[in-house]
């Protein structure tokens, strides 16, 4: 699993104050969305897997890594980082599918080679929608899928080209995403 070298993880007992409690608050936000990193399978009942996180976001110490690790450099930018992808998860929930938030986010990241980024949403990925390890295999390679649903095919095909470099999309595609 890739970490942060630049922003190496910070162990909670090295925290400054301001630091604490922007780690509480990503603590918080984070086991909402992705699962407690601390529960133990076996301490669950079988009615309570949804609590098994999909991805690794802190190490063994408690430390936030990857993508999480540099936000405690900032702690002032935590609270409204975690409220702002709060928000945005909450609209996207309610309005995108989660297999076209997925498409997407994997598409995103195979394109700009994001190694946490697939990571991670490649098990939300499988946790969460219809799509196969062999689809999302292929969308990490770049590849768009054979059996892709409507809602999936659309998203990948509005992503590559947003994030191929053309800057907009094009007039039909425009049409299907509506």
Do not use: W
Not at 48 to 64: E, P, R
């Amino acid at each position: 699993m890739p970490s942060s070298n630049r922003f190496p993880p910070i162990k909670p007992s090295d925290l400054t104050p301001e630091q604490e409690e922007a780690h509480d608050h990503m603590s918080t936000v984070a086991s909402k969305f992705f699962g407690d990193t601390s529960v133990h399978p076996f301490l669950l009942y079988p009615h309570q897997t949804h609590l098994l996180h999909s991805f690794t976001y802190k190490n063994s110490d408690g430390a936030f890594i990857g993508p999480f690790a540099p936000l405690l450099y900032t702690p002032s930018l935590c609270k409204p980082y975690f409220d702002l992808v709060e928000a945005l998860t909450k609209i996207s929930s309610s309005n995108l599918p989660a297999v076209a938030r997925e498409t997407a986010i994997l598409a995103t990241g195979s394109r700009y080679e994001s190694a946490y980024e697939i990571y991670a949403h490649e098990r939300v990925a499988l946790k969460s929608t219809s799509l196969t390890r062999e689809q999302i295999g292929q969308i990490k390679s770049g590849g768009k899928p054979e059996g892709l649903g409507e809602e999936a095919s659309v998203a990948f095909d509005a992503t590559m080209d947003l994030v191929g470099g053309k800057g907009n999309l094009g007039c039909m595609l425009i049409l299907v995403c509506c």
